[in-house]
Nanobody, 113 residues
Framework: VQLQASGGGLVQAGGSLRLSCAAS????????IGWHRQAPGKERELVAS??????AIYADAVKGRFTISRDAKNTAYLQMNSLKPEDTAVYYC?????????WGQGTLVTVSS
């Protein structure tokens, strides 16, 4: 399974970005697709994840601002609105299938004040 992430970039505070994560190489739906992020000098943390039944979980810091969704196959989207400088981090796509965890390459999100 390979995860291809895209959509990072530079945005001003209050702006929006949409991240995509596409899982390929598996004919089955991934059980969970989500995003973690890691800011400089900090540990990697969960941002949001979504299961095959559409149930989603969010970190408290992004609730009400970020929305995760997925299509019928194996692509997930993270809509990030009202971005804050503290959202600046490398965002990593993560997916799970049959308890096996896969990570994609990171995509940098920079929010300027």
């Amino acid at each position: 399974v390979q995860l291809q992430a895209s959509g990072g970039g530079l945005v001003q505070a209050g702006g929006s970005l949409r991240l995509s994560c596409a899982a390929s190489g598996n004919p089955f739906r991934m059980d969970v697709i989500g995003w973690h992020r890691q800011a400089p000098g900090k540990e990697r943390e969960l941002v949001a994840s979504i299961s095959t039944d559409g149930s989603a979980i969010y970190a408290d810091a992004v609730k009400g601002r970020f929305t995760i969704s997925r299509d019928a196959k194996n692509t997930a989207y993270l809509q990030m609105n009202s971005l804050k400088p503290e959202d600046t981090a490398v965002y990593y796509c993560k997916s799970v299938r049959a308890r096996v965890v896969y990570w994609g390459q990171g995509t940098l999100v920079t929010v300027s004040s």
